[in-house]
């Protein structure tokens, strides 16, 4: 008789179906770390004021082909979790101005982060989601308030400056979101930030004529920051009124 204690209940040993789901975000892991050590040098303000010259002559000689290296590296970027994400939406705004530049921004960080939850969701999404769902007390209870204001919640882990992007990328895989409402969540919750960014991005053409280096700290100042927060106010507020009405759905 076939022992099948070591096989899942599709029929595929444990050991290797566990390695192939892990192996996207080992891969990951592993380029993050490589990129951190190697890369931090090249994919920097200081990188991007040394190649300006270079980088918008090529745009003007090959505006559709630097569309879509520019994608390409700014998808590969967050899609590994490479330092450089910001400089990267700078670049943006430097060689394709404010608009269409936060289009290609936006667009390319979302398909980036997208390729990042689809490894995390099929590494360890689907089983920690079964597990989460299997407990009991206050385990369950936060995954199924998080279950129930889901849309909610996405738009907030994206517009709160302060949560890491790659974290907000990472924590749906976790929870079992659906890739459509992700992929929503995502593109419209990162639009006021990759604007701002993108904004700053088309300015730097003076402030490398100044020898100054440019402000990212602007999302946090007040005219930036408090309709940022009004957008967050709004996102919660079907939480904050279901709870006033006793956790009934509305």
Known sequence: MTDMSNETPEGEPVGKSSFARLLPLLVIGVAAVMGAIYLKDYLSFDALRDNREALIAFRDANYFATVAVFMVAYIVI???????????????????????GALFNVAAATIGATLIFLAARWGLGERLGAKLESSDGKIKAIKDGIDENQWSMLFLIRLVPAVPFFVANLLPAFLEVPLRRFV??????????????????????????????????????????LPILGLCA??????????????KSF
Do not use: D
């Open 78 to 100: 967050v899609a590994f979790s490479l330092p450089g994400a910001t400089i990267a939406t700078l670049t943006g705004g430097f060689l394709f101005a404010t608009f269409p």
């Open 184 to 225: 929503v969540s995502t593109f419209v919750g990162i639009i006021p930030g990759g604007v701002v960014y993108t904004s700053v991005g088309a300015g730097l053409g003076e402030v490398f004529a100044s020898g100054e280096t440019p402000n990212l700290g602007i999302i946090f100042e007040p005219h930036i920051l």
């Open 234 to 247: 709004l996102a919660a507020l079907p939480i904050a009124l279901k709870a006033l009405r006793g956790g």
